[in-house]
């Protein structure tokens, strides 16, 4: 079946860390790969995405890249802000049908 | 307006009351989800409209009775909902197979 795994949190960093948030999955086919982010009160925004092999999806500052011999599509950014304090989701998209992990709380310290 | 809109934020309901949560998306998406999300849990898919059909039920308790009028706007019908349903309600839209899903802000719901 199609499931994603992803890293536990809570992440706790310093301002301009490096962050990493693995995540692996499990999929039929060929899925598509997302990154989903969750501020609080609030609902998911698209992140970034990949949908093929050796893609690499990016968006505001933070990158993954769709790994199908590992089966695994990480997020990282080089320079947190505090401002990216947030829950973050991995996610796999079959057709309809789309996957999420449980999500990783990230807080950045100043 | 635009996006996914969700109502109301916030809802504080007994076990016999009867309640609606509404979703309205301005998106001209053709598929339409509701999702669950409670604590420590990954995020649940309820049900499905694509083009105004219902394509996907995952087991949901009949407490629990969706409705799709048309393509921009979703409704959830709660009845006699029992304690453990208290969670975050996520309507969601997408253009089709594969596109990325929209969310609103969800509803807030308690169950008391």
């Known amino acids: 079946g199609n499931s994603v795994t992803q890293m536990e949190g809570p992440v706790t960093l310093s301002e301009e860390a490096f962050l990493t948030i693995n995540c692996t999955y499990t999929a039929t086919g060929y899925p598509s790969l997302f990154w989903y982010v969750q501020y609080p009160g609030e609902g998911l925004q698209l992140l970034l995405k990949?949908?093929?092999?050796?893609d690499k999806g990016s968006n505001k500052g933070f990158e993954a890249t769709y790994r199908k011999e590992t089966t695994s599509f990480h997020l990282e950014k080089g320079s947190v802000q505090v401002s990216d304090s947030a829950v973050y989701f991995c996610a796999l998209s079959t057709g309809n049908q789309f996957y999420f992990g449980t999500g990783t709380s990230l807080t950045v310290i100043p | 307006e635009t996006g996914v809109t969700q109502t109301p934020r916030h809802l504080v309901m007994g076990m016999t009351n009867k309640k609606s949560l509404k979703c309205e998306q301005h998106l001209g998406h053709n598929a339409m989800y509701w999702y669950k999300q409670s604590a420590k849990k990954p995020l649940e898919l309820m049900f499905v409209?694509?083009?105004?059909?219902?394509?996907e039920n995952n087991s949901v308790p009949s407490r629990f009775s969706p409705e799709c009028p048309n393509s921009s706007h979703l409704f959830l019908h709660l009845h006699t909902l029992q304690p453990e349903d208290s969670a975050l309600y996520l309507c969601?839209?997408?253009?089709?197979?594969?596109?990325?899903?929209?969310f609103g802000n969800g509803t807030r719901l308690t169950v008391t």
């Open positions: 409209y694509s083009l105004e059909e219902r394509v």
């Open positions: 990949a949908t093929k092999a050796d």
């Open positions: 969601a839209s997408s253009q089709g197979r594969e596109s990325p899903l929209h």
